[in-house]
C-alpha cells in the first residue's frame, strides 16, 4: 500500500512539474462574451475586451484582475497598447484611450457608428475604422482629428495596417483601400466580390488579405494590381500570418499553408466549424480557435493534429503568445491561458540556478531612429507578421532604427518575448 501511495505521490508531481502543451493554467470569467476581442500582451499584463461592456487588464502570469474599465456598449474591437496608454474601440461608437498602469480614461473619441476595427498605431496618430463608412487619423495625446476618409460603406472588422506611409484597410463595399498616411488622399482600392472583415498585412512589398467571397489576395502594394489570388473552400473572414515565407490562412472550416510568394498550396487542416480567429504560428505549431468551440495546435510542417482545447462556446478570438503562455477569448464569457511546448523550456530556463532570470531591455518603447536592446541570450527581433528583422546575440546593442517601418515589433530572447513599437 505504501508502495502504491508513493507511486501516486511521484506521479502526481510529475504531472504537475511536466504538464502537457494544451493544459489549462488559469482562466478569467467575464460577464459577457469575449467574441472577437483578442489579447494584448504587454510586459506583464493581458489586456481585452468583453461584450460585458468592460475593458480588463489582468495579471499574465496567474491571471488576477488588476483593473477594468466600463465602457457605453459591447466590445469586439482588439486593443493596442503603447508608452503605456492602451487604445480600444467600442459599440458605444467611442474610440477609448486608457492609462495602463490603472485603467483611467485619457481621452475618447466619438463617431457616429460602432467601433469593431482594431486601431493602429504611426507617427503619433491612431488609426482606425468605424461602422459609420469613416476611415480616421486622430492625434495619440489628444484626439484631435487628422483626417477622415469615406469609404462606400462600413468599416467592420478590418483593421489598419501601416506600411511606409500608407495605410490598407478593407470595407463592407467589397473594396480594400490604400490611403496617404498623412492626410487619408486615396492611393488605390481593389474591389473584391464581397465584404472584406479580415485585416491586412504588409510584407516585402506586397498586401495580403482575404474576403468574404472565399480568396487569399496578395496585390503589389504601389498600385494594388494583383500579383495571385487563391480560393479557400469558403469565405476567408480573418488575417493572414506570415512567417519564413510560408502564410497561414483560415477560409471556411480549412486552415492553409501557402508559399507567400506565389500562393502555391503546402497542406491543409479541417476543423468541424468554420475559423474565424486568426492564425498564429511560433515554435513549429500553428494555432487558431474555431466555432466548433476548439483551440486547435497543428504542426507547422506538414498539418497534422497537435493538440486541442475544447471551451465552453464559438472561439472567434484571435491567440496571443507570451512567455509559453498562450491566451485566447471564448463566447463562453472565459479569457484562457493555456501551456504550450515552449512553456515547459521557459520554466526550465527560470528555475535552472545555472541562468539568470530572463529580462529583455529595450529602451526607449517607443523608439524612433535609434533603439537600445539588451539580451540576457541570443536573440532576434521580428516584425509583427513573423518577418525576421535582425538576429542578435547575448549582451547590450545599439541599433540604428531609422530604415524600419512604423509598427510594433517582437523581441525574443530565450523564451521570453517583449513588445517594442516604432514611430516616426
Request: charged share 20%; net charge neutral.
Amino acid at each position: 500500500m505504501r508502495v502504491l501511495v508513493t507511486a501516486s505521490i511521484i506521479l502526481f508531481s510529475l504531472s504537475v512539474l511536466f504538464s502537457a502543451p494544451g493544459e489549462l493554467k488559469w482562466r478569467y470569467k467575464t460577464e459577457g462574451t469575449i467574441d472577437y476581442s483578442s489579447p494584448f500582451i504587454n510586459e506583464s499584463e493581458v489586456y481585452f475586451g468583453s461584450n460585458d461592456t468592460y475593458v480588463y487588464a489582468l495579471n499574465a502570469y496567474d491571471g488576477t484582475l488588476k483593473w477594468k474599465y466600463k465602457t457605453g456598449g459591447g466590445i469586439d474591437s482588439s486593443p493596442l497598447v503603447a508608452d503605456a496608454s492602451l487604445y480600444i474601440g467600442s459599440n458605444d461608437t467611442y474610440l477609448y484611450s486608457l492609462n495602463c498602469t490603472d485603467g483611467t480614461l485619457k481621452w475618447r473619441y466619438k463617431t457616429d457608428g460602432k467601433i469593431d476595427s482594431s486601431p493602429s498605431l504611426s507617427n503619433g496618430y491612431i488609426f482606425f475604422g468605424s461602422h459609420d463608412t469613416y476611415i480616421y487619423s486622430v492625434d495619440i495625446e489628444d484626439s484631435a482629428l487628422r483626417w477622415r476618409y469615406k469609404a462606400n460603406a462600413a468599416i467592420t472588422y478590418s483593421s489598419p495596417c501601416m506600411a511606409d506611409g500608407s495605410l490598407y484597410i478593407g470595407s463592407d463595399d467589397f473594396n480594400l483601400y490604400s490611403l496617404n498616411e498623412t492626410d487619408g488622399a486615396l492611393k488605390w482600392t481593389f474591389k473584391t466580390d464581397y465584404y472584406i472583415y479580415s485585416s491586412p498585412v504588409v510584407e516585402n512589398s506586397v498586401v495580403y488579405f482575404g474576403s468574404m467571397d472565399s480568396y487569399l489576395y496578395a496585390l503589389n502594394v504601389s498600385d494594388g494590381s494583383l500579383k495571385w489570388k487563391y480560393q479557400a473552400s469558403k469565405y476567408v473572414w480573418t488575417t493572414p500570418f506570415i512567417l519564413d515565407n510560408i502564410l497561414y490562412m483560415a477560409g471556411g472550416i480549412d486552415l492553409y499553408s501557402l508559399n507567400s510568394s506565389d500562393g502555391s498550396f503546402i497542406w491543409s487542416f479541417q476543423a468541424i466549424d468554420s475559423f474565424r480567429s486568426s492564425p498564429l504560428a511560433y515554435n513549429n505549431i500553428v494555432y487558431a480557435g474555431s466555432q466548433d468551440f476548439n483551440l486547435y495546435a497543428v504542426n507547422i510542417t506538414d498539418g497534422t493534429l497537435s493538440w486541442k482545447y475544447i471551451t465552453g462556446n464559438y472561439v472567434r478570438s484571435s491567440p496571443a503568445l507570451f512567455n509559453g503562455l498562450l491566451y485566447f477569448g471564448s463566447c463562453d464569457t472565459y479569457l484562457y491561458a493555456l501551456e504550450t511546448d515552449s512553456y515547459q523550456d521557459f520554466r526550465k530556463d527560470k528555475s535552472s540556478a545555472k541562468l539568470p532570470d530572463l529580462s529583455i531591455s529595450a529602451y526607449p518603447n517607443p523608439f524612433s531612429t535609434r533603439l537600445s536592446v539588451s539580451l540576457p541570450s541570443s536573440g532576434a527581433i521580428y516584425s509583427l507578421t513573423g518577418q525576421l528583422i535582425i538576429k542578435l546575440g547575448k549582451g547590450k546593442h545599439s541599433l540604428d532604427t531609422s530604415k524600419w517601418r512604423e509598427g510594433v515589433y517582437i523581441v525574443k530572447s530565450g523564451m521570453e518575448c517583449k513588445r517594442i513599437v516604432k514611430i516616426r
